[in-house]
């Protein structure tokens, strides 16, 4: 947050090199910067702005290395003074973490992801309770992203101001299989509970030898009583619960 650097002037934002000294990114950034991530001549910038080069860009913008241009319709809060505080790129993705709950017209919590041309949360987010999320620090190793902030929950997850994210993974528990409720019913008709996560699809399947899998149905009910009516087609048959695309 500068207007000058050595008495020469410049707006919040400046870069400099060993050769040349000091110099401008064009006319800069209309308020705050808190985070830069730059590569090879070009930068994305993140903060509280509004414009930058005198063109709209809410809170993030991008450094070709000689113009400034938008990322979509940027990213807002519920205040003015919501801010981006935090970038990392990976490819031609930029992901952003801050005090941010709107990104592209896509509601989010404390994060998200531009792809190149549209912006998308990263599942729920972050959540502060009591108050608002913050991310202040996003690090990639691999394809996991790593997130630090102030936040008790990331997702439906308690996580206690640091996450990890990795869009490649699902980290939700498999449903489990209860035979908490087996029972034979007419026929020779079989019975069980199976007790899945929330959101989440499973498919049960059975096997006679533990090598070949027969699906038998999918579901998504958090609970579901199954029943396989085919059962007395087998003097022995096993189950089991997988979680489905």
Not at 168 to 179: D, E, I, R
Request: aromatic residues 12%; charged residues 10%.
């Amino acid at each position: 947050n500068f207007t000058a650097i050595g008495g020469v002037n410049f707006t919040n934002i400046a870069r400099f090199n060993w050769s040349s000294g000091w110099g401008t990114l064009g006319n800069g950034v209309n308020n705050t910067v808190s985070a830069i991530a730059a590569t090879n001549g070009t930068a994305c910038v993140g903060g509280r702005f509004t414009t930058a080069g005198g063109m709209t860009a809410n809170r993030i913008a991008f450094w070709n290395g000689s113009t400034w241009s938008a990322l979509g319709t940027g990213a807002i809060g519920t205040s003015a003074s919501a801010s981006v505080n935090s970038i990392a790129l990976r490819g031609s993705e930029v992901y952003i973490g801050g005090t941010i709950t709107n990104a592209g017209g896509v509601t989010i919590a404390g994060i998200a992801k531009w792809n190149g041309s549209s912006w998308s949360g990263l599942g729920s987010g972050v959540i502060m309770s009591p108050g608002s999320p913050n991310v202040y620090a996003l690090a990639f190793v691999g394809d996991d992203l790593y997130v630090g902030g102030q936040f008790i929950f990331a997702g439906d997850k308690p996580s206690m101001f640091i996450a990890r994210w990795n869009d490649q993974l699902n980290f939700y528990p498999p449903p489990n299989l209860h035979l908490t409720r087996p029972s034979w019913l007419t026929n020779g008709q079989f019975q069980c509970r199976v007790d899945g996560t929330s959101g989440e699809r499973y498919t049960i399947q059975a096997s006679t030898n533990l090598v070949d899998w027969a699906s038998l149905l999918t579901n998504s009910a958090v609970r579901y009583d199954f029943t396989d009516r085919t059962a007395s087609n087998f003097p022995a048959r096993v189950y089991r619960a997988v979680l489905g695309p």
